[in-house]
Nanobody, 123 residues
Framework: QVQLVESGGGLVQAGGSLRLSCAAS????????MGWFRQAPGKEREFVAA????????DYADSVKGRFTISRDNAKNTVYLQMNSLKPEDTAVYYC????????????????WGQGTQVTVSS
């Protein structure tokens, strides 16, 4: 079992930055590919970014490429999402996910999910 806890959300003006963190605990959590998803009110959950357990492979949604960066610190069992040049359309609850394969995470079929952290971008 893997437990995920997100933090770092908040209210920011358009053009600003936030860094989200996802702390993982549980057996083998440090070797799991992980990712970020988001869900805005009235919309379906969507993929944002994912990273392999080594950190060598990353993937991003087109809507965040060039603005968001995913990274991880396996010594701390933590994945980060650095979000720059934020837009009002980035407003959503952001969720962390983990599973045994990167493809499973990217498809949104991960077995382990956090509770989410709210990100609100004002115009």
């Amino acid at each position: 079992q893997v437990q995920l806890v997100e933090s770092g959300g908040g209210l920011v003006q358009a053009g600003g930055s936030l860094r989200l963190s996802c702390a993982a605990s549980g057996r083998t959590s440090g070797t799991y590919p992980m990712g970020w998803f988001r869900q805005a009110p009235g919309k379906e959950r969507e993929f944002v970014a994912a990273i392999s357990w080594t950190g060598y492979n990353t993937d991003y949604a087109d809507s965040v490429k060039g603005r968001f960066t995913i990274s991880r610190d396996n010594a701390k069992n933590t994945v980060y999402l650095q979000m720059n040049s934020l837009k009002p359309e980035d407003t959503a609850v952001y969720y962390c996910a983990a599973d045994r394969t990167l493809g499973t995470v990217i498809r949104g079929a991960a077995n382990f999910w956090g509770q989410g952290t709210q990100v609100t971008v004002s115009s």
